[in-house]
């Protein structure tokens, strides 16, 4: 079947406004993950979900940072009041399972822009 | 806390010549480790795990606990393997997600 997808593939926005980026993972995938991939910085985990459990929210870097997994399959990541600080590009991955040594599979990443 | 390190940001090497891409990490316990590669306008992908002892496009990479390293090694680079590398050792402390290196850009040229 088809890999992770994610929407938009760019975002264009201005500093202070609300953004909110989608994850499709792969059907069937219990794990979702939400990076940040920014320049210099490498890859920062921001939040991970798993079946029903509560996510691990701990890489959000501000409370600006939220994100929901409805029905166990779609996320979204809600940027608000965007700052520029924030230009990134958002990874989303999903895996058969959360636990440990199981492959990752990413999607395309968004771009966005906070101008 | 876990800790990944990949000192260098860009290799530069030529055809043929080999390759190694350094990797520490700071990690008490067994880890499993990762490598993930991003070629040009590509996702980021899994290249190998040290776990399976596998070696994929050529490439291997070595658990040291002594050392804690784990470089990514290949004797003969090629032009296609100019990419972004991350290297992930273990969990975060959570035991939830990965913990990326910042990577390293390996650029090969003829």
């Known amino acids: 079947g088809a890999g992770v997808s994610q929407s938009p593939s760019n975002k264009v926005t201005e500093k202070g406004k609300d953004v909110e980026l989608r994850c499709d993972p792969i059907s069937g995938h219990t794990a979702l993950y939400w990076y940040r991939q920014s320049l210099g910085q490498g890859l920062e985990f921001l939040i991970y979900?798993?079946?029903?459990?509560?996510?691990?929210k701990s890489g959000l870097p501000s409370d600006r940072f939220s994100a929901e997994r409805t029905g166990g399959s779609v996320s979204t990541l809600t940027i608000q009041r965007t700052q520029q600080e924030d230009s990134a590009v958002y990874l989303c991955?999903?895996?058969?399972?959360?636990?440990?040594?199981?492959?990752?599979?990413f999607g395309p990443g968004t771009r966005l822009t906070v101008t | 806390a876990q800790r990944v390190t990949q000192p260098e940001k860009l290799l530069s090497v030529f055809k043929g010549a080999p390759v190694e891409l350094k990797c520490n990490y700071s990690?008490?316990?067994?880890?499993?480790l990762f490598w993930y590669v991003q070629y040009s306008r590509q996702r980021l992908q899994l290249l190998l795990r040290?776990?399976s002892r596998e070696s994929i496009k050529g490439f291997t990479a070595d658990l040291n606990k002594g050392e804690t390293s784990f470089h990514l090694k290949k004797p003969f680079a090629q032009e296609e393997d100019s990419a972004m590398y991350y290297c992930?050792?273990?969990?975060?402390?959570?035991?939830?997600?990965?913990?990326f290196g910042k990577g390293t850009t390996l650029s090969v040229s003829s």
């Open positions: 990690y008490s316990g067994s880890p499993e």
């Open positions: 991955a999903s895996s058969s399972s959360g636990t440990r040594s199981y492959e990752q599979y």
């Open positions: 992930a050792p273990p969990f975060n402390q959570a035991g939830t997600a990965l913990i």
């Open positions: 979900f798993q079946g029903n459990s509560a996510p691990d």
């Open positions: 040290h776990i």
